[in-house]
């Protein structure tokens, strides 16, 4: 059978993943950090190379009906579901498109329009050489001067200590083809066959691993045949991805994990120390990936930076709630260490995006103009999953809402018996300029909220779940009432509903 995925796992079927990292919202954050000139627009055309299902580009595409969304990729199955989900929802401002990278000639790069923004998401790490010169290509000919790029990536050395486990898992699962349901049916095995194995077996013992061990089993075979069953499955040194696309002549601008851009968080003094004689740019990034317990590393760049005052990028950023705000002040974990806002500082701030949605620098006044600066907030708060920040208080929500509700019918099209199915979702939020994180539920909930249900346990359940009765029903109920007492003003704060 010819290997049409140049070595990478094809069909596997993962649960869907969505993130908001990969997104222009969270590029414009890491850009203010940075102190780098660049907002997204009302009309931009973004790709997102290696676009898997399609969940994210139509996510994207629903929530910015100004937006030209590309998505690209090798899997004729996963390309066959964006387009399905994209007539489901009635967008026209979403393309896809079966796309070999490492074999696309000239000509075929340059039919695409050029491009504001690249994603490149859980690509890099997994793919050829020929299919990484693609990419570069690509970004070379297309990307805009001014355009950024969003690469997460499997880095060293964290990454390294799982290379090993790859080698051994893919020995376990045997081989297999590219049909539907075969690379998990190996994953699977390989799984089982690891679990299986003495305990005495010389294997560094990282979180992966301790993930893939686990009893009852927390990974998906799919996410597993999706990560290490790869022929080319390679993490890399920042250093070397930034030479890589020396030809596009891209800048790094920082990471979207934004409290990376504040090392005072994470480094001992010591550290800080040795990353104050170190040059910026890959000799202090080198620094952080020692210091850092983090294999993964998800990273802007941009092509042609203007340098604007961070500050001042910063104060401008409007936040809003996207979950119920503690009373005691969050604790935020950098793999390294454990903190926190000040608790004053905490409720004070608290307390403004209980109101609604709050600007960074007017939050930072409140607080007296002293420390915590906006940076360390913004960081705190994006980190901790209490805040997406808003770019327009108002915006056309038709596309938005056929997409949540498509998203549902593929999804969670009877609430998943009111739990939490396998994966990651995102509602399309026009406000947010891309989606706020969700359960099944939540799609479902959304869904009939958008169909004119009424914001209320008992018919909330009678919709979604027709025939429970008695303690069942109760418990269905209960569990719908948690979620609009967590998100109900959220979402119309985002104009969801």
């Given at each position: 059978m010819a290997d049409w995925g140049h070595g990478a796992v094809t069909a596997s079927g993962y649960a869907i993943a969505w993130q908001p990292e990969p997104t222009p919202s969270h590029i414009a954050m890491a850009c203010a950090m940075a102190g780098i000139d660049w907002q997204p627009r009302p009309s931009m055309v973004v790709a997102d190379l290696g676009c898997g299902r399609g969940y994210n580009a139509n996510l994207l595409g629903a929530a910015n009906p100004g937006w030209t969304v590309l998505g690209l990729d090798h899997d004729p199955s996963g390309i066959a579901e964006a387009r399905q989900l994209a007539a489901q929802a009635g967008l026209t401002n979403t393309r896809f498109a079966e796309a070999d990278l490492g074999g696309m000639n000239l000509d075929e790069i340059d039919s695409l329009p050029p491009l504001d923004v690249a994603i490149i998401h859980g690509v890099w790490s997994w793919v050829s050489d020929d299919v990484r010169a693609g990419i570069v290509r690509l970004l070379v000919r297309r990307l805009k001067p001014g355009g950024v790029a969003y690469l997460g990536y499997n880095a060293l050395p964290a990454s390294g200590a799982d290379m090993a486990l790859q080698r051994l898992l893919r020995q376990l699962a045997g081989p297999f083809g590219t049909g539907a349901g075969e690379a998990a049916a190996a994953a699977a095995r390989a799984m089982a066959r690891l679990r299986g194995m003495p305990s005495g077996l010389k294997l560094p013992r990282t979180p992966m691993l301790a993930r893939l061990l686990a009893d009852p089993p927390v990974l998906e075979p799919s996410f597993v045949a999706h990560e290490f069953l790869t022929k080319h499955w390679r993490p890399v040194f920042q250093a070397d991805l930034c030479q890589d696309l020396g030809p596009a002549r891209l800048d790094f601008v920082?990471?979207?994990?934004?409290?990376?851009?504040?090392?005072?968080?994470?480094?001992?003094?010591?550290?800080?120390?040795?990353?104050?004689?170190?040059?910026?740019?890959?000799?202090?990034?080198?620094?952080?990936?020692?210091?850092?317990?983090?294999?993964?590393?998800?990273?802007?760049?941009?092509?042609?930076?203007?340098?604007?005052?961070?500050?001042?990028?910063?104060?401008?950023?409007?936040?809003?709630?996207?979950?119920?705000?503690?009373?005691?002040?969050?604790?935020?974990?950098?793999?390294?260490?454990?903190?926190?806002?000040?608790?004053p500082?905490?409720?004070?701030?608290?307390?403004?995006?209980?109101?609604?949605?709050?600007?960074?620098?007017?939050?930072?006044?409140?607080?007296?103009?002293?420390?915590?600066?906006?940076?360390?907030?913004?960081?705190?708060?994006?980190?901790?999953?209490?805040?997406?920040?808003?770019?327009?208080?108002?915006?056309?929500?038709?596309?938005?809402?056929?997409?949540?509700?498509?998203?549902?019918?593929?999804?969670a099209p009877h609430g998943e018996d009111l739990g939490d199915s396998a994966g990651q979702y995102g509602l399309a939020t026009p406000y947010g300029l891309g989606g706020l994180p969700a359960t099944a539920l939540d799609l479902a909930i959304v869904a009939a909220l958008l169909d004119g249900v009424a914001a209320e346990p008992s018919a909330l359940a009678r919709r979604l779940q027709p025939l429970l009765e008695g303690e069942s029903l109760l418990t269905a109920q209960g569990r719908i009432a948690a979620r609009l007492a967590e998100k109900l003003s959220v979402w119309r704060n985002f104009g969801v509903v």
């Open positions: 920082g990471s979207v994990n934004l409290f990376e851009a504040l090392p005072g968080l994470f480094c001992d003094p010591e550290q800080l120390a040795v990353m104050r004689r170190m040059s910026e740019g890959p000799g202090q990034e080198f620094l952080k990936d020692l210091c850092l317990p983090r294999s993964f590393r998800a990273d802007v760049f941009i092509r042609g930076a203007r340098r604007v005052e961070s500050v001042a990028a910063l104060n401008g950023l409007w936040l809003a709630a996207i979950r119920a705000l503690s009373e005691e002040s969050p604790e935020f974990n950098t793999g390294t260490s454990r903190g926190a806002l000040p608790q500082a905490w409720e004070m701030l608290s307390a403004m995006l209980r109101q609604g949605p709050a600007r960074l620098g007017d939050i930072h006044r409140a607080l007296g103009g002293a420390a915590p600066y906006p940076a360390e907030i913004l960081a705190m708060l994006v980190g901790t999953g209490c805040v997406l920040p808003l770019f327009q208080a108002s915006g056309p929500q038709a596309a938005s809402t056929r997409f949540n509700i498509a998203a549902a019918a593929a999804h």
